[in-house]
Structure formats: structure tokens, C-alpha cells
């Protein structure tokens, strides 16, 4: 049974830095592409950054520069290291898991960036 499971949100004041983690079970780690996407009440889940099993990253322009993700194929984890956040990163994060189709999303971690 595939299960993804996020940790390491919370509360962090503007200009902070948070890092999440994302661990994976029941599958062949590698093979998959590892995401990490947010939501807002309202809005739909949109892609912060992937990663695929060789170590290709690919970014939301709106966290270029402040956010990386990084994979440990051995540990069959996957991380978020977000740095310089603003208020407007405030969401429920989720970890996610993609290979052939086929896609695995964890429970969300909240990341609320306040003052």
C-alpha cells in the first residue's frame, strides 16, 4: 500500500524558514516523480516544486530562488526547504507521489506565515 506522509509545518514569522519532509512507503521510491503542492481555502492545489527519481527540479516561478527540493532515494524521502517566506506562502502543503499515471497525495502539513 503507497502512502506519503508530510511533516514539518507550522507558524514562522515573515523573512523564516520552514523545512517539510515527506516520507514514502510501498512503492518503488526512484520510479517516481516527488511534488509538493499547496492549497488555499478557495483556491485550487497548485505545484510549488517536483523533483524527478534522477534529481531533475522544476519550480513555481512564485517560489524560484527562496524554496528547494531535494530526494533521498535511500531514505525515500523528499524535501521542502523554504526560506525568505512571506505571508502569502501561508497554505496546507502536500506531498505527492506521480509515476505512470498514477498519483499518491499525503495529508497536508499547514505553513502559516504571520507576524
Known amino acids: 500500500q503507497v502512502q506519503v506522509v508530510e511533516s514539518g509545518g507550522g507558524l514562522v514569522q515573515p523573512g523564516g524558514s520552514l523545512r517539510l519532509s515527506c516520507a514514502a512507503s510501498?512503492?518503488?521510491?526512484?520510479?517516481?516523480?516527488m511534488g509538493w503542492y499547496r492549497q488555499t481555502p478557495g483556491q485550487q492545489r497548485e505545484l510549488v516544486a517536483s523533483i524527478t527519481g534522477g534529481g531533475i527540479s522544476n519550480y513555481a516561478d512564485f517560489v524560484k530562488e527562496r524554496f528547494t527540493i531535494s530526494r533521498d532515494n535511500v531514505k525515500k524521502k523528499v524535501y521542502l526547504q523554504m526560506d525568505s517566506l512571506k505571508p502569502e506562502d501561508t497554505a496546507v502543503y502536500y506531498c505527492?507521489?506521480?509515476?505512470?499515471?498514477?498519483?499518491?497525495w499525503g495529508q497536508g502539513t499547514q505553513v502559516a506565515v504571520s507576524s
Open positions: 505527492n507521489a506521480n509515476f505512470a499515471r498514477r498519483d499518491y
Open positions: 510501498g512503492m518503488l521510491f526512484g520510479l517516481y516523480t
